[in-house]
C-alpha cells in the first residue's frame, strides 16, 4: 500500500507485453526437466508465478487481457475451487477405471495424454457440480455477513 512499492513494481513490469512475457517464462521453466520438484527448480517457479500475477494486476490492459477475460477462463476460476479440490479424489477413480478397461498398459506417453484428459475432463465435470448444487447456496450466503457499510456525513 505504498506508491513507492507501485511504481518500483510498474517500472519493471508496467509494459504492455510484461505479463506475456512472464508468461512465456513461466512455460520456459515449468517444463525444464527436473527430478525434483523442490530446490531451486521450485523457487524459481514459484518466483515466476508470482511475476506473472504481479505483471496482471499492475497493468490490466496487458497483453494476456484478453485471453483472461475469455468465457472459458473465467468458467474456470469460477469452479477453481472446486477443481483443486477434487482432483486428487477424480485422479484416483480415473487410475482405477483406466486400468480396469486394460489403458493402464498402453504405451506411456499415450497413457499419461489419456490419463491428463480423462481426469482434467471428469475433474471439471464433478467440479461444476459441486459448484452449482453445493457451492452457489454458501456463496448466496454472503451478503448477510458483510459489515454495514458505515454512511459517514
Known sequence: HDPRGFRLV?????????????????????????DDIGGWHRATLQLVMVLVIAAVVVREDGALTGALRHRLVVRIGKVSYGLYLW????????????????????????????LF???????????ELSYRLYETRFLRLKGRFRPAASSST
Open 87 to 114: 482432483h486428487m479424489l477424480v485422479m484416483a477413480f480415473v487410475r482405477v477405471a483406466l486400468k480396469a478397461a486394460g489403458l493402464d498398459d498402453a504405451d506411456r506417453l499415450l497413457h499419461r495424454g489419456l
Open 10 to 34: 510498474h517500472r519493471l513490469l508496467g509494459h504492455r507485453g510484461a505479463a506475456a512475457g512472464c508468461f512465456v517464462a513461466l512455460l520456459v521453466v515449468g517444463n525444464l526437466p527436473s
Open 117 to 127: 484428459v480423462a481426469v482434467s475432463g471428469a475433474t471439471w465435470a464433478v467440479s
